[in-house]
T-cell receptor
């Protein structure tokens, strides 16, 4: 089976840096993805790590350590619009790469 | 722009009605699409994997006779919630990945909010 753990909520102020951690247990691993979802909206893709290390995309970075079954999403220069739910997801082998999602972290950015 | 289109965005109907939701991949062929369900303040739960030209693969606990999936073409998958009841009210989201272009991410449709009265 597969399971992922991430904090349920995080609060930070505008301009700050926040890190959302994700640990996973999987029977097969083919990469860790991060998605953002605003209330009532669809998930939007943020980042993907297949190999160990850091991937940077603008204000967002994602890190993966396969030996530790651990990854994180780093959000810099936080803005109010970053308030949303963030999900880590593991992609399994086969079947077109189905995604199994963590429970989500609700990020609240305060002024 | 959107790479996966989902329709309708919202459905409100009476108990016992069957509801069909369409998911289309735009500008690419998707031999595999995925259907998720999300209850308020919860995560996305994978319901089934839709396979073009063959039967869908359902996750444990998902009733295949209740949630009919048809993937008749390389760009279209449909989910039909049969004889829907209030407990089926949820946010249904499909996703697809352009498998023909290397390591591409999953893209999601805008979701369908289903409310059964």
């Amino acid at each position: 089976g597969q399971s992922l753990e991430q904090p349920s909520e995080v609060t930070a102020v505008e301009g700050a840096i926040v890190q959302i951690n994700c640990t996973y247990q999987t029977s097969g691993f083919y990469g860790l993805s991060w998605y953002q979802q605003h209330d009532g909206g669809a998930p939007t893709f943020l980042s993907y790590n297949a190999l160990d290390g850091l991937e940077e995309t603008g204000r967002f970075s994602s890190f993966l350590s396969r030996s530790d079954s651990y990854g994180y999403l780093l959000l810099q220069e936080l803005q109010m619009k970053d308030s949303a739910s963030y999900f880590c997801a593991v992609r399994g082998h086969g079947q077109g790469g189905k995604l199994i999602f963590g429970q989500g972290t609700e990020l609240s950015v305060k002024p | 722009g959107a790479v996966v289109s989902q329709h309708p965005s919202r459905v409100i109907c009476k108990s016992g009605t069957s509801v069909k939701i369409e998911c289309r991949s735009l500008d690419f062929q998707a031999t595999t699409m995925f259907w998720y369900r999300q209850f308020p303040k919860q995560s996305l739960m994978l319901m089934a994997t839709s396979n073009e030209g063959s039967k869908a693969t359902y996750e444990q606990g998902v009733e295949k006779d209740k949630f009919l999936i048809n993937h008749a073409s390389l760009t279209l998958s449909t989910l039909t919630v049969t004889s829907a009841h209030p407990e089926d009210s949820s946010f249904y989201i499909c996703s697809a990945r352009n498998q023909g272009r290397g390591n591409q991410p999953q893209h999601f449709g805008d979701g369908t909010r289903l409310s059964i009265l």
